[in-house]
């Protein structure tokens, strides 16, 4: 039987209850963690605002360190280096989407089981993760290009009608047309959002169990979402609620851990660079190399522990999603609420054994 939005909520807290605490295992923290951070469970926000002054200071004697051992760098050279930059941020965004593709099926199996094994999950669940990676793949170059239609038709047409050479002129038409612009861009990210989340949630399993691609499972997903319209309105809306709630507890959790570790961390880094400038040390290729080296630890410090406090919700959220869609989904439904077996009866002898006679009766006494 389908159960609503509202009530998946407790299975699932249960669910996760039963799997990170009865017993407590330090290892599959860890294990879920990874698995989570990889397939884009853990999510985080938040901006940078950097501000760059007008008039640059002169570099005072003091700071002459900080460029000195730099030589003049070939534009050839620097230019052949940003395109080696750039391929190899090409195929690493490929090789790191095709893993979190994988790792998606890893994390659903965890969950089932209530167990996470990476090694074999990983290798049992290739077919169907290089499926998942196609579609987010595609998925992403439909996102590139709506927002370049969606943002290069407005720029074009600004240039043309000459409002973007003359900005001064044409305030109100360029404000209502912002504005107009921003609302359709809005309601683009939150349509292909909703299509994320609905596919990851939905459609995974879906790929879990049948040698099926993401666009018959999106077939099949399509028409139970148009006989339940509310009831998947309701699971949107209860997933975005959860996640705001999860997302400021987490960010409040990392708050604190970054004020506890990071001044100490901080503070030896500003040691170690004062000790350094006082023993004559300079800028070169060993000094950035080690820095950049000690960065990298501490940054996967930082985000190893903040995947360790979001162990919780990397559980949760993938339970509530397999709670809510077991109801409507066979094939997950008689994974999470499998058939009890029906008593043995025994059967029947076919010749009963005669009843033995019954003793004789006591005379009466007289």
Not at 31 to 41: D, K, P, T
Request: hydrophobic content about 55%; aromatic content about 12%; proline content about 9%.
């Amino acid at each position: 039987m389908p159960i609503s939005a509202v009530d998946a909520i407790s299975p699932a807290f249960e669910h996760a209850k039963q799997q990170l605490f009865k017993p407590l295992r330090f290892g599959q923290w860890t294990r879920l963690a990874f698995v989570g951070l990889l397939a884009g469970e853990l999510g985080s926000g938040g901006g940078c605002n950097f501000h760059v002054p007008q008039n640059f200071p002169r570099p005072t004697p003091q700071q002459h360190f900080t460029h000195a051992g730099f030589p003049a760098v070939d534009p050839a050279v620097l230019a052949a280096l940003v395109a080696v930059l750039v391929v190899s941020g090409l195929v690493l965004g490929i090789v790191l989407l095709y893993v979190s593709s994988v790792m998606r099926f890893v994390l659903f199996d965890s969950v089932i089981a209530k167990e996470c094994r990476i090694r074999q999950a990983w290798v049992r669940r290739q077919e169907p993760g290089i499926k998942y990676f196609w579609w987010k793949l595609l998925y992403m170059l439909a996102m590139i290009m709506g927002m370049v239609v969606l943002l290069g038709i407005p720029l074009g047409f600004g240039f043309a009608v000459g409002w973007l050479r003359n900005p001064s002129h044409h305030i109100l038409p360029l404000v209502l047309g912002g504005t107009v612009l921003l609302f359709v861009l809005l309601l683009f990210i939150l349509a292909t959002t909703v299509i994320y989340v609905l596919t990851k949630d939905f459609v995974v399993p879906q790929l879990a169990f049948e040698n099926i691609n993401a666009i018959e499972g999106w077939r099949r997903l399509w028409p139970m979402i148009k006989a339940e319209k509310g009831g998947y309105a309701g699971y949107i809306g209860m997933k975005i609620v959860m996640a705001i709630g999860a997302a400021i507890v987490i960010g409040i959790a990392s708050i604190i851990l970054l004020v506890v570790v990071g001044i100490p961390v901080g503070a030896l880094g500003l040691a170690a660079v004062v000790t350094g400038k006082t023993a004559g040390l300079i800028w070169n290729v060993q000094t950035i190399t080690l820095a950049v080296v000690a960065g990298c630890v501490v940054l996967a410090f930082f985000f190893y522990v903040i995947a360790l406090l979001s162990v919780p919700a990397i559980v949760f959220f993938p339970a509530y999603s397999i709670y809510f869609f077991a109801g409507r989904y066979p094939a997950l439904r008689a994974v999470m609420y499998p058939a009890r077996p029906a008593p043995e009866i025994p059967p029947t002898p076919a010749n009963p054994p005669e009843m033995p006679p019954l003793p004789p009766s006591a005379e009466p006494i007289s």
